[in-house]
């Protein structure tokens, strides 16, 4: 990331001198209310897609932070629980709060949290350590939230300490003010000559997992139990290729130097490749796209005439079956989506029904001027997304009907959700006072 968080907090707040990293790991950058109070209604109107309402829902301001940052996720929303979660500064510390998203009613707010202390550069320049994040986790049935961050610990003024990433996991279904956390958790991690951004936390479908690259070993992957502690590395596997997604049957890999995937000793998936796809079992006849949902993504080649054209195949996790394929060019797996039950599947350009095992292309072609590249997608298949493959303030829109996989082009200035729920999205903009604007509307 060009600039980070942590920086641009301190800088936004005024002041002379180089930023402090580790004053703002303490929230010491305007520190805003430990208990917001349940919203009246939503005070700034946003131009959003006909499906949502611009006056019907609730708004919270980030006041701590800055107008214009680059971060990891800040806000996370339980689909299971239907709430929305969000980091935000005390006096004291971070604190992770949630609101039930229907009503914008305060579920519980955490006590303060004094995170690792930030990591240094040692000569690289990957800056100032992030900012704590949140995420959200099912396991067993059961929704979790986790306030997490990236720094060192163990260390004092003589000593280097052990850099870790510590996760501060809570039960979605908690209420209350400065709840304490079920289980804190640390997880040594060696990011190496990589930057935080290389780093994930994150449910892809079946449980939590951690994610970074390091200078050793391209890539680490940790399974996290968020109810016992317990660690599932991706060791064995691992030593086969880059570890993907964790499963109860196994660790799902890619081949560092073809991308072949596979379950080592259990399933390849060139066992269930795409119907047209060209020499499916060739070792680099599959690529690894991305994961979202529990199912992966693939990219293969297929043949038509003498035009080779590049296949994305949709595949669930544990099995490696293949649940559908279309014939598209971007598929982007750092876009990798789904929508809150699970059906509509979406990555950059690519989209798929699991009900009706229908893939959508939304690349730009002989009929169509530009793509659409997804970022989200709603309970009964409207897909929201931009014409270009980055979130910019001036960004052309666009929504997609995935029942027909036609998309439509939103009036100049609408705002598509970054994320969202059964019955409500969340837009994230720039406060028009300062900080980031926390918008969460209604459906229609």
């Not at 939503?42 to 940052?69: C, F, I, N």
Request: charged share 20%.
């Amino acid at each position: 990331m060009s600039t980070t968080l942590a920086a641009l907090v301190l800088a936004g707040c005024g002041g002379g001198g180089s930023p402090d990293p580790t004053d703002a790991n303490k929230g010491s950058a305007s520190p805003s209310r430990g208990a917001s109070p349940d919203p009246e209604g939503p005070s700034e109107l946003l131009t959003v897609p006909s499906a949502y309402d611009a006056k019907r829902g609730w708004q919270h301001t980030l006041d701590w932070m800055p107008e214009d940052y680059e971060a990891q996720p800040l806000t996370a929303v339980g689909t299971r629980t239907d709430t929305v979660a969000y980091v935000d500064t005390t006096e004291d510390g971070y604190v992770v709060q949630v609101r039930d998203a229907s009503t914008g009613a305060v579920r519980f707010t955490s006590r303060p949290w004094d995170p690792p202390a930030p990591t240094e550069a040692d000569g690289l320049m990957s800056g100032p350590v992030l900012l704590p994040s949140v995420a959200t986790a099912v396991q067993d049935g059961r929704e979790y939230v986790v306030l997490w961050a990236h720094g060192e610990t163990g260390g004092d003024a003589l000593n280097k300490g052990k850099q870790s990433v510590r996760l501060q996991v809570f039960p979605a279904d908690a209420s209350g003010s400065a709840v304490a956390p079920a289980r804190e958790i640390d997880i040594p991690v060696d990011l190496s000559a990589f930057g935080e951004d290389r780093l994930r936390v994150a449910d892809f479908g079946t449980g939590l997992e951690v994610h970074w690259e390091s200078e050793n070993t391209d890539r680490n992957a940790v399974a996290v139990d968020v109810t016992s502690g317990t660690l599932d590395r991706c060791a064995d596997a691992c030593a086969e290729g880059i570890g993907r997604i964790g499963t109860d049957e196994g660790w799902v890999v890619s081949d560092r130097s073809q991308g072949a995937v596979s379950m080592p000793g259990v399933w390849d998936i060139r066992d269930a490749a795409p119907p047209g796809a060209t020499y499916p079992d060739d070792t680099a006849s599959n690529e690894f796209v991305g994961v979202a949902g529990g199912r992966l993504l693939t990219r293969w080649q297929a043949e038509s005439g003498s035009v080779v054209q590049p296949l994305t195949a949709l595949h669930d996790a544990t099995t490696g079956k293949l649940e559908t394929s279309v014939v598209c060019d971007r598929p982007d797996g750092e876009k990798a989506v789904a929508s809150p039950d699970g059906r509509f599947v979406a990555a950059g350009t690519v989209a798929f029904d699991l009900q009706q095992r229908s893939g959508h292309c939304l690349d730009a072609g002989a009929e169509r001027k530009a793509s659409v590249y997804i970022w989200s997608i709603a309970d009964g298949g409207t897909a929201y997304g931009t014409l270009d493959d980055t979130r910019t303030d001036n960004e052309q829109t666009a929504e997609v009907d995935l029942s027909t996989g036609t998309p439509r082009l939103l009036p100049e200035g609408t705002l598509v959700p970054d994320l969202t729920l059964k019955t409500t999205g969340v837009f994230l903009t720039p406060s028009p006072t300062y900080g980031l604007l926390i918008s969460v509307l209604h459906t229609r």
